[in-house]
């Protein structure tokens, strides 16, 4: 016993004894590493045995799509303008689809947050239901949400604008927990002793030194919930992804049309996204950045 241990406190020992750490990372990582691309490999040969046609079949054709649309959008460029003023109509629904949905997710993401924050919470014991609660409207997809709303509610605007806001209440909350966890309870502690309810305590409390971080998180939301709204237009949901689907799915003849909500959804997406940062540069740091 003793000899180890002196061998151990020596230069020489703790050398040794780094090096054989080092070396046990090095096989476990190269044991995790092996089984991963072999996870990898296994799951791509049996995504590419099931696909119709396999992968390396079609790979040549992977640009023959937007060589297409642009091909035609250039042969009918006199006609785009037309196109730009027809479809953006769908746009504003689809940012009104975000845009509602960003704004109910907020609200409802900050209560749960609050309610899923220990040193926060009204009902402390109920930290993890809520927690768990945050954490399946996370996990399901909202696409999958406005499948099953479309076949309760049928098509429209409608099952979009809840299915994100679904998952953007369990995304905020997250996020806003998170910011809520350093907050200061001092100021909590102080209206409680007066005798002020919870509701108060949070409004006047917390919200004071959370807004401007819960600000900057539901501005990077609604920047999600414009592509999200687009994306569920596929299945149904409204917006211009709807008008995007029949143009594409009537195939030549209507790929100027696509073309011209391609460029509608890039120009906003670039239009929100300048915009948004400015407003969280503004709120986190103070300055326009």
């Known amino acids: 016993m003793s000899d180890t241990t002196l061998t151990a406190a020596t230069p020489g020992g703790r050398y040794e004894s780094y090096m054989a750490e080092l070396r046990t990372r090095r096989l476990w990582s190269t044991v995790l590493l092996a089984v991963f691309i072999a996870l990898m490999v296994a799951g791509f040969l049996t995504a590419n045995e099931r696909n119709a046609g396999g992968f390396w079949a079609g790979i040549g054709n992977i640009f023959g799509f937007p060589a297409d649309v642009v091909n035609e959008a250039w042969r009918k460029r006199d006609e785009l303008p037309g196109y730009l003023v027809e479809y953006f109509p769908s746009l504003v629904e689809t940012i009104n689809i975000a845009a509602a949905s960003t704004l109910i997710g907020a609200i409802f993401g900050a209560i749960f947050a609050f309610l899923s924050t220990r040193g926060l919470a009204l009902y402390p014991r109920l930290i993890p239901l809520f927690r768990r609660f945050l954490d399946f409207l996370r996990a399901v997809p909202d696409i999958v949400i406005a499948l099953i709303l479309i076949f309760i509610l049928g098509g429209g605007p409608v099952p979009a604008m809840i299915a994100i806001a679904l998952h953007s209440v369990g995304a905020l909350g997250k996020l806003f927990s998170e910011v809520a966890e350093n ?4 100021p909590v502690e102080g209206l409680q002793s007066t005798g002020a309810n919870w509701t108060q305590r949070m409004w006047l409390g917390v919200i004071p030194q959370v807004a401007p971080n819960f600000l900057s998180y539901a501005l990077l939301r609604f920047e999600i919930n414009v592509r999200a709204s687009a994306i569920l237009g596929f299945v149904g949901a409204g917006g211009i992804g709807y008008d995007l689907r029949n143009t594409i799915s009537w195939g030549q003849g209507q790929f100027d049309k696509a073309a011209a909500i ?3 959804l890039f120009l906003t997406i670039v239009v929100i996204d300048q915009i948004s940062s400015h407003f969280r ?9």
Not at 281 to 289: S, Y
Request: no cysteine; proline share 0%.
């Open 281 to 289: 540069n503004r709120l986190v740091h103070g300055d326009a950045r």
């Open 262 to 264: 391609f460029i509608l």
């Open 183 to 186: 907050a200061s309870l001092g």
